[in-house]
């Protein structure tokens, strides 16, 4: 059991984004491109906690720094059984 709840908190910036897709190629959960462009667009902002280390990798591998994500707590646990 575990009280370290978190949550994945995740924003792109599309206005720096230069569409390499590195992170599309690495997290296609979290990440797809606009056909447009090829400019990044964000699939899930809140994601699990299980994808943390890939979006963490994308984010460095970011050539422009468009991606950045945080763990924020999680405070609003349900009543009850959660499993
Ligand atoms: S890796 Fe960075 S620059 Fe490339 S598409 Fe993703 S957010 Fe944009």
Same mark, same amino acid.
Do not use: W
């Given at each position: 059991?575990?009280?370290?709840?978190?949550?994945?908190?995740?924003?792109?910036?599309?206005?720096? #984004?230069?569409? &390499?897709?590195? #992170?599309?190629?690495?997290?296609? =959960?979290?990440?797809?491109?606009?056909? =447009?462009?090829?400019?990044?667009?964000?699939?899930?902002?809140?994601?699990? =906690? &299980?994808?943390? =280390?890939?979006?963490?990798?994308?984010?460095?591998? #970011?050539?422009?720094? &468009?991606?950045?994500?945080?763990?924020?707590?999680?405070?609003?646990?349900?009543?009850?059984?959660?499993?």
């Amino acid at each position: 059991m575990s009280n370290n709840s978190f949550r994945l908190r995740v924003s792109v910036d599309q206005s720096v #984004c230069v569409g &390499a897709g590195l #992170c599309v190629l690495s997290t296609s =959960e979290v990440f797809d491109q606009r056909d =447009e462009d090829g400019v990044v667009k964000l699939l899930q902002a809140s994601p699990d =906690e &299980a994808l943390y =280390e890939k979006v963490l990798g994308a984010s460095r591998k #970011c050539p422009s720094k &468009a991606i950045k994500v945080e763990k924020v707590a999680d405070n609003a646990e349900p009543h009850g059984n959660a499993q």
